[in-house]
Every structure is written in C-alpha cells, then in structure tokens.
C-alpha cells in the first residue's frame, strides 16, 4: 500500500481546532459518590435490566444482559449499590431509563472475566464470546455493537481499525494511539485472529503524525500496517475510509462486509484487549472535554455515567457561556440542554462551543452554487434533494438516492445560504421509512 | 458552570464554513473592477455614470419591490442586485441615457428576478433579460455605440460607430486593440485582458467552475476556427471572434451565474457547449452581429434539463447493479 491513500470524493476542511487538548495526555477522573448509567447505550435492542433498587453490586458486575444479537450487556462502572433505576436525562434531549449507582468508595471488583493471556493459541469463538459478554461497542460515536461486526456473513479478507479521528476537535483516539500504541496494535491483533485473518492496517490522519510514527515502531510486531490518510473530513466514515484504503466502493445500503472489510475504532480494539487479556468489562473510556470557553480542555479517561457536569468540573469549568454543548464533534455530534447527561460508551467528546462558532443563520433559498454537490462524500445533489424536501416531496427524494447520505454534514458546513440540508435529509429518510412501513402493513 | 437553560439545540452539523452570499458577490463585484476601471478608461465618465446608475437602480428597485410585495426589504443586502446593476451597465453602452438604465434595472429586477419570486427562483439571467429586452424594444439605441477615447475623461463627444463584430473588411479591429478594449462596444464587451484578469480571480477563488468559460470560449474558437479556415470571406478568424464582442465577459462573469447554469461539472461542459454553438451560428450567420446574450439565456432555459440528465451515479451505486446482475 502506498503511503498516500485514495482520495474519496468531496469532503470540507473545517478548522480543526485539536490543538485545544491534543498534547494534553489522559488523566483518569478520580472515582465520583454516584454514577448514572444510561441503559440504552449501544445500536439494536436495549439490553435487560437484571438488577434492582437496593442491590449491592460490584465493579464489573452485569447490570443488564444483551436482548438479543444486536445488543450488548451493560456492567456497573464501581462497586456500590444500584440506589434508582428511573428516568434520566439522556443524549436525545429526552429522558431515558437508567441505573444509578451510588459507590460505596471501595471500587472493588466483582468476579470479573478469566483473563486470557494465551489469545493466540485460543479459540477465536471463544475470544469473539468475550467480545460479546463485555458489552463493547463502536466507541467512536455511532456505538455498534462490536461483536456484530465479527460475526460477517460473507467472506472477508480485511480487517481495518480506525484512527482517523477526522472530527474537529476530538483528540481522545489521538492520545489513546500515542499512549497506549501497542494495546491499540495488540487490539488489531486479537480482532484479526477472531476473524480468521493473518494481518490488519490501520488508518490515521496525517494531521497525527506523532500517533503515526509512534504506531510504526511497533507495528510489524503485530502485523498490522500503520496508513497515513488525508486530512478530509468526513475522512473516518466507514465508507469512505474503505475507499481511502482499499479502492472498494461500499454499496449504497450495504455494509463493510459486503466489500469483504471489517472496520472497528481503535478505541474499540482496546476495549477488547482489556476484555480479553485483562477480562475487564467495557465501563470506561476516554473522552475529549473541550471547546474555547473551558478553562483547561483535555483528555480523561471516564466511568461510564460520569455526568457531564462532572467532566466539565475537571476541565476547570467554564470562562464564559458557551452556546451550545456537544456529545461527540462539532460535525455529528448532538446538542444537549442538560449537564445531566452522563459519559457513554459512544462519547468521544463533550463539546463546548462559543457562541461565534455556531451557525445561527436564517436559511435562505439555494443560489445553486453547486458547493454542496462538490463538498458531499457519497456524491449525490444535496441541493436537489433538499428542495425535493421542502416541497414534501420524498418519493423523489428517494430517487435521489437520500438513502446514500451518510449524514456528515458536509453539504451544511459549506452551504452559503444556510439551508439545513443535512436536517431535510434526515427527514426525508425518516418519512421514507414510515412510508415504507405504511406500505408493508398493507 | 454553563447555564443550561441557556444552551441552543440544533441540528449538526455545529459548526459553519464562514460561506454567505454576500461574501459571494462582492468578490464577484470585486472581479467585474478591472473591466469597469477599463470602461472608465475607455469610454470616460459617461461610463462610470451609467454603472453607478445600474447599480443603484438594480438596488432600488429591488427594495421597492420587496416593499410593495410585502416581503422583508433586506435582500438588497446580500449584494446580488447590485452586482445584476454592474452586470446590466456592462451590457450597455457608455452613450446609454439615464432612462435607459433605470429601465433597464426595472426589467432586470423586477422582470428578470423579482417576479420570479427573487434571488434563486430566476431562471434567467437578470441582467440579460434587461439586454435582450431592451434591445428588442430600442435597437437603435442600443446598437450604436460610443467610439473609445482612452484617458480623456470628458472627450466622450458622442462619436459613434459600428461594434468590430459587426464591422467588415478593412474596419476590422486590430487583435491587439481587442484584447486591450480600444473598440467600441457595451462596457464590458471592451477589454479582453481585463476580463481575464477578473475571470482568473473568479477561478481562483473558486466561485465559478472552469468547466463554463472553458467549453464556451472552446466552442466558439472551433467552430468560428473551422469556418474561417473553410471560407475566410464568412467570417473573421478565431481569435478575433473569441476577444471582440461580448463572448469573455459572457463566458466568464454572465454564463456563469449560478443560479441560472447548471450545478454539476459535466451539466456545465454541456451548458457552455451549447452556448458556444448557439453564439457562434448567429455570428456567423444570424441577422445579429452578436450572439452570446441569446445563446446564454437559451441555455439558461434548459438548464433544468441539463440538470436533470446529469445527475451522476452516487459513492456505492455500481456496485448495486453488479450484484443485481448476478
Ligand atoms: S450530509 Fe449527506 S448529502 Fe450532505 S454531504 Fe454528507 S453525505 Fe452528502
Ligand atoms: S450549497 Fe446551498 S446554496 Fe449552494 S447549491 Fe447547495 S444548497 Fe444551494
């Protein structure tokens, strides 16, 4: 492979603002009174809620188990006891069921997993189990469970780990690579076993290079190969960082499997190297609490259910009102109105933005520049299909090929109008789907 | 702590690239300063009169009628009427009286844009629509023009004569008188340089597709080019073809707008194909010397077939068929 991948098409360069945290290695938040579990962490089903209001439970203890294939189980992030199971605020702007734990100080661990030190002599459906029973999933924000993705029903040849970390702002995968580099090589090494393949490459941002050569002195150790990729937004979607590395073309609909490609974030890897090596279960990861109005932005590593305001607590607080707080980037991420929320498996940032920084425009009617066609990564007319939107109009929508937006907001980011094209677009799928749905009860 | 109450829920993505409209056309406007300096060269200050009459008038009338439709007033803002006012001076010539351009902006706002519904909804361009309508209706005004007089400000004695496109014979403009825009002609039909000039900053930063002017200019050179070759009686050679008139600030400032050409790369290699052609048949055998207004607004018409025929396959898609086929 060379060492100057594919281009995909399109894409923006938006300032990328990592500086903020990015030589900022990671601290471990010290152990908080009481943590808030948000049940409904991962992609798929819910899991089962297995304790309840009064129970002593220990660190690494099962909360609730996975419902059903595509689910994952949740663990308790201390030792203490599950003092609510109700309503609390969640990453939607809507409240959502989750367990709180109150620690009784002594973070001890409960029987966790047997460690298995021999991985390579194991079985890889063994180590896929434990996969399964930690409860990992996709922890660079969308939150799929990870052992979903080791479980292809097609042949597949590649396995890829993603660090390309092209969100700005975020710099939580950045440090994890430069920190723990062989855990994350060791990570690639283990996922390939379980999919019965020899080696494994990894893609970073060039924008890393510290992260990249770092990866390089270790690399061939684990047979993975270290990829230096372009520094374009939307460069860390699955499709697209595919097509950078590998030339093949996800179809519209498909998954990575189809094109014979696995893909899991590196800190997804790592969950798996504690899951297997050290059998910890998934309650911890590190998150990037950062933006302009934060006194001392930074990287930490967190229990899940650590409230934001917690994270924001040790980041010094703010210098001024900020306009909007984000879990995960400022191109995906979601706006929330509670520092309430808590820490999940999928947050890889919380994100402060000052008030210059937001787009608060009126939209305006589309001058047809065309910057949203060229900026889009999947190629369709964003243009078109908002218009096709506004006039309520999802049937061509659909011809349009709206299903094929992968939703990164490139087409917004550049628009001089300021229409909300990504927002039209998720409406449209979503009226596209209950169409649909319409249409098969018939 | 930050005060949640207080905190804005939007849709991502967050964070904008700086973009807005305005920013667009001032840079456009800033890239119509080397012809209009030329104009004002050339033709004196009648020419700067009837560029500062265009473009108050395209904004006048563009707050007047927001005002009498009873919309927010505040579209002249975003400097899309004023550069439709420069851009309608550039068609017209420096001996055009004042009513001519006020008439003119009427037409190129409120018939061309406004009562489309305004900025984005046209599907003409504004500023040719003026033209073309005001030819129609003073073409004897509108084709008689004001004989260059570099440097003398107020030396415009009214002399007129014939546009070199629709000279013949020995009255034909040297090449080198072309380029620099010593020859009668509207404002903008003048310098080539200075047109260039202006085209290169609109491509450099980005605000047109090369792909316009590019097939444009091409177009005519070949076909003018092969005419001439076949038959040098019919018509004069290329490169005279591709300076004189208005095909450079055609190609470059009027062929480009974007709300009225197409959106993609290849809908606007056909655009400026078809206006290359349509320019071409007319100045080699219409009953007009010129072509270029008529060819970009044809065009302009069928820019939403263009659009629609072009429409590319999406990141993913021939890969469906492939599976489909087996
Ligand atoms: S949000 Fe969708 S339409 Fe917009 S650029 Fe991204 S993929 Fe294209
Ligand atoms: S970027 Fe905005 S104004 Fe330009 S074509 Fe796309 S939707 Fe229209």
């Known amino acids: ?442 | 702590m930050p005060d949640a109450t207080k905190l804005v829920i939007s849709n991502s993505p967050h964070i904008r690239g700086g973009e807005t409209i305005s920013k667009i056309m001032v840079q456009v406007f800033i890239a119509l300063m080397p012809a209009a300096l030329a104009a004002v060269w050339f033709f004196g200050l009648a020419a700067l009169e009837v560029m500062v009459l265009c473009t108050v008038g395209c904004m006048a009338v563009e707050v007047l009628w927001n005002k009498a439709a009873g919309r927010s007033s505040d579209s002249w803002k975003d400097g899309s009427a004023a550069l439709t006012g420069l851009l309608l001076a550039m068609n017209l010539s420096a001996g055009a009286p004042w009513w001519i351009c006020i008439l003119g902006s009427l037409l190129a706002i409120g018939l061309g844009k406004q009562l489309f519904g305004g900025l984005g909804y046209n599907p003409f361009n504004p500023a040719l629509v003026a033209r073309v309508a005001l030819l129609i209706g003073f073409p004897q005004l509108m084709t008689t023009w004001v004989k260059p007089a570099p440097g003398q400000w107020l030396a415009y004695d009214a002399l007129t004569g014939a546009t070199p496109l629709a000279a013949t014979g020995k009255e034909l403009a040297s090449i080198q008188d072309l380029f620099i825009g010593n020859v009668g002609g509207c404002l903008g039909e003048t310098s080539a340089l200075a047109l260039l000039i202006g085209g290169a900053f609109l491509l450099v930063r980005r605000l047109i597709k090369w792909h316009v002017p590019a097939s444009f200019i091409g177009t005519v050179a070949l076909i003018t080019g092969l005419a001439h070759h076949f038959n040098p009686e019919l018509t004069p050679p290329a490169l005279y073809h591709v300076l004189a008139g208005g095909l450079m600030i055609g190609a470059f400032f009027m062929a480009t707008d974007m709300v009225t050409s197409p959106m993609t790369a290849n809908g606007a290699l056909i655009f400026g194909c078809g206006c290359g052609i349509i320019t071409s048949v007319i100045r080699i055998w219409g009953g007009y010397p010129e072509g270029v207004s008529f060819s970009i607004l044809f065009m302009n018409a069928l820019t939403p077939l263009i659009d629609r025929y072009t429409i590319g396959k999406p990141f993913g898609y021939i890969r469906i068929k492939k599976e489909a086929a087996q």
């Open chain 1, 1 to 442: 492979m060379s060492d100057n991948p594919r281009k995909f098409k399109g894409g923006v360069h938006p300032e990328d603002s990592k500086a903020l945290s990015a030589s900022k290695p990671v601290q471990t938040a010290p152990l908080l009174g009481k943590y808030t579990v948000i049940v409904h962490q991962n992609i798929g089903a819910p899991p089962e809620i297995v304790v309840k209001k009064g129970d002593l439970v220990k660190k690494g203890q099962l909360l609730a188990k996975a419902s059903g294939f595509v689910s994952v189980p949740l663990h308790a992030p201390t030792s203490g006891t599950v003092t609510a199971i109700e309503k609390s605020p969640g990453p939607a702007c809507v409240s959502v069921p989750s367990i709180e734990i109150t620690a009784d100080g002594k973070d001890e661990w409960g029987s966790p997993f047997e460690p298995i030190a021999d991985w390579r002599n194991t079985d890889p459906a063994v180590l896929k189990q434990r996969v399964v029973d930690a409860g990992i999933v996709g922890m660079g924000g969308a939150g799929f469970p990870s052992h979903v993705k080791l479980s292809p029903t097609k042949p597949v040849d590649t396995l890829i780990l993603n660090g390309a970390e092209c969100e700005p702002y975020l710099t939580a995968d950045h440090r994890l690579m430069l920190e723990q580099t062989e855990d994350v090589l060791l990570g690639a090494a283990i996922l390939a076993r379980i999919l019965g393949l020899k080696t494994a490459v990894i893609g970073v941002e060039a924008n890393k290079p510290d992260a990249i050569s770092k990866l390089n002195a270790f690399a061939s150790k684990y047979s993975v190969t270290v990829q230096k990729l372009r520094v374009n937004y939307p460069q860390g979607a699955e499709k697209q960082l595919i097509y950078a590395l590998t030339g093949r073309e996800v179809p519209i609909g498909g998954l990575p499997m189809d094109v014979g490609c696995v893909v899991q974030n590196v800190a997804s890897a790592v969950a798996v190297v504690e899951a297997v090596v050290k059998g910890i279960p998934s309650i911890e990861r590190i998150t990037t609490v950062t933006g302009e109005p934060l006194v001392n932005p930074g990287n930490w590593r967190f229990r899940i259910g650590t409230p934001i305001s917690k994270a924001l607590e040790l980041a010094g607080g703010v210098k001024y009102q900020p306009a909007k707080l984000l879990l995960g980037g400022p191109m995906m991420g979601f706006a929330q109105n509670s520092l309430d929320v808590t820490v999940m498996k999928n947050t890889s940032g919380i994100l402060l933005i000052p008030v210059e920084q937001v787009s608060q425009y009126t939209s305006e009617p589309c001058i047809r520049c065309g910057r949203c066609v060229e900026a889009c990564p999947m190629d369709i007319l964003p243009a078109t299909i908002s218009q096709a939107v506004e006039n309520e109009r999802f049937d061509w929508a659909e011809q349009l090929n709206v299903a094929a937006c992968i939703e990164c907001g490139s087409c917004s980011y550049v628009c001089p109008s300021h229409r909300p094209l990504n927002q039209h677009f998720k409406r449209a799928k979503a009226e596209i789907l209950a169409a649909r749905r319409k249409q098969q009860k018939k």
